[in-house]
């Protein structure tokens, strides 16, 4: 059974920066691709990162430059760096694994959410 554990989440000024955290159980992380998510009231999910076992990423265009993901597969966990937060970031951000298809990225196990609030 795979569990993830996100943190790292919380309040920040437009302009600032957070590190979202997740940590991973179970033995499959390395051999995973992983993602982060993102959810706001009434819309849908929306991927925003992920990245391959290889190390290669893929960002949503709305965070391009800004955004950042990387893994630790020593400490089965995958980072987010977030810089330059927006209004517009403020979601509830999901740590998921998954595997890649030739359709892209696809979520198999999620976190249970870290909240992320951009505001002055």
């Known amino acids: 059974q795979v569990q993830l554990v996100e943190s790292g989440g919380g309040l920040v000024q437009p302009g600032g920066s957070l590190r979202l955290s997740c940590a991973a159980s179970?033995?499959?992380?390395?051999?995973?691709?992983m993602g982060w998510s993102r959810q706001t009231p009434g819309k849908e999910r929306e991927l925003v990162a992920s990245i391959t076992t290889s190390g290669s990423t893929n960002y949503a265009d709305s965070v391009k430059g800004r955004f950042t993901i990387s893994r630790d597969n020593a400490k089965n966990t995958v980072y987010l760096q977030m810089n330059s937060l927006k209004p517009e970031d403020t979601a509830v951000y999901y740590c998921?694994?998954?595997?890649?298809?030739?359709?892209?990225?696809?979520?198999?196990?999620w976190g249970q959410g870290t909240q992320v609030t951009v505001s002055a």
């Open positions: 998921n694994l998954g595997h890649i298809r030739v359709s892209g990225y696809y979520a198999n196990y």
């Open positions: 179970g033995s499959i992380f390395s051999l995973s691709a």
